[in-house]
């Protein structure tokens, strides 16, 4: 993945050459005003793009989709407005959802010590008598990190309390002291919901927050239509089969329906399906101010928590500050208007949703893209702020 500056050069010295092409002709459109249709397109196909959705909001209203390419290659599936596509760290957003739902319920505090979510303490070994705050984990400046462990954990089983157990899962800072983005640390927030209501991460976002809302999406892809569901494939280098293959991951996934604590740390870093449609009620929601039907569904207090930056340093994530779920997003050069939102990379997909105060953003998501990037904000996102949102 094209972090440094360096490897964002070679990324993108190579990708004209190497890069996978794109087998898709023209974007569709539904859903009204096709002005932008052309200017979509172009910018699709520059960031080779196998497939994807692109749902618009104006004006506090779900607008235009624009639609193009496929979801899978072999055999093709091409994209379709309800394609179902596995988010990345877009999960994380939605989790941080259901944390401010609970909030707003009086079920939970961001303040809380995390350690009263869990069967023991959790400390960070260099400052033992410090509590962890919810909202640290949320914002990633609770001094967790991911570590060797974290990463062999995809396959080796390793528990999250052994995680929590290894010195190395902690920096030596305070927390809120210095942002230090960390997928096991997001992660962990599911663990700790599951422990404190005794329900599985499944059971809970959808009673308390997809369901009342009325919105399709799961965590658990054995309750996802594979009829519906997107693979993700490497761009560059160009691969012949897909990273993530939905089918093969659907044959080997368990259903989730019981809590279990110390492996599910690994669920809301990445790992739940929706369309961009959908994504978008949800997005709705926040631009909203959390109000459905008049009723206040996350508090507005919640909401600030959510949307305003907090934290250390972000010296490598230029024009980008992390509130306890989302960004906010400050550079001229990307847009004349101050953007909410979150990113998603894995296997390939390079997903993404903004929106600004007045009531306007996008949701996209797709099935492999150039993962090139200015800093952290990947240029495809960048390209579509500018046509979308300039």
């Not at 976002?205 to 369901?211: A, K, S, V």
């Not at 965590?219 to 560059?236: E, F, G, H």
Request: proline fraction near 5%.
């Amino acid at each position: 993945m094209p972090v440094t500056p360096r490897k964002n050069q070679l990324y993108a010295a190579a990708l004209p050459i190497l890069g996978k092409r794109c087998r898709w002709q023209r974007v569709e459109v539904t859903g009204g005003d096709a002005d932008k249709q052309q200017a979509v397109q172009r910018v699709l196909r520059k960031h080779h793009v196998v497939g994807g959705c692109v749902q618009v909001i104006r004006s506090g209203q779900a607008a235009e989709l624009y639609y193009a390419g496929y979801a899978k290659l072999k055999p093709r599936m091409a994209v379709q407005p309800d394609t179902l596509f596995r988010t990345a760290s877009i999960a994380k957003a939605v989790c941080a959802l259901l944390v401010f739902r609970l909030q707003t319920l009086g079920k939970l505090s961001v303040e809380e010590d995390i350690s009263a979510f869990w069967h023991s303490a959790i400390r960070n070994p260099h400052f033992p008598d410090t509590p962890i705050p919810l909202g640290a984990l949320l914002s990633h400046s609770a001094g967790i990190v991911d570590t060797p462990a974290y990463f062999r954990s995809f396959s080796e089983g390793i528990s999250a309390d052994e995680l929590l157990a290894d010195t190395a899962s902690f920096a030596n800072v305070k927390p809120y002291e210095r942002f230090q983005y960390s997928n096991f640390g997001a992660g962990l927030i599911c663990s700790l919901l599951e422990y404190r209501f005794q329900q599985s991460i499944e059971e809970l976002i959808q009673t308390e927050l997809l369901q009342p809302l009325g919105i399709s999406a799961t965590v658990d892809i054995t309750k996802a239509d594979i009829n519906r569901l997107a693979n993700s494939y490497r761009i560059l280098p160009p691969e012949k089969e897909a990273a993530f293959d939905a089918a093969a991951r659907l044959r080997s996934a368990e259903p989730i329906t019981v809590p279990n604590p110390q492996r599910h740390f690994l669920l809301m870093s990445g790992n739940l399906f929706i369309a961009a449609e959908e994504m978008a009620k949800l997005c709705l929601l926040v631009m909203r101010g959390g109000t459905v039907a008049g009723t206040q569904f996350i508090s507005k207090a919640s909401l600030r928590k959510l949307l305003t930056p907090i934290g250390g340093g972000t010296e490598h994530w230029p024009g980008i500050r992390h509130g306890m779920g989302m960004f906010l997003l400050d550079d001229a050069a990307v847009s004349s208007r101050v953007l909410h939102g979150h990113q998603g990379f894995a296997y390939g997909a390079v997903n993404g949703f903004f929106f600004d105060d007045d009531g306007n953003g996008f949701v996209s998501f797709n099935s492999g893209a150039s993962e090139q990037r200015v800093g952290r904000l990947s240029l495809l996102n960048r390209d579509l702020i500018q046509e979308l949102l300039p």
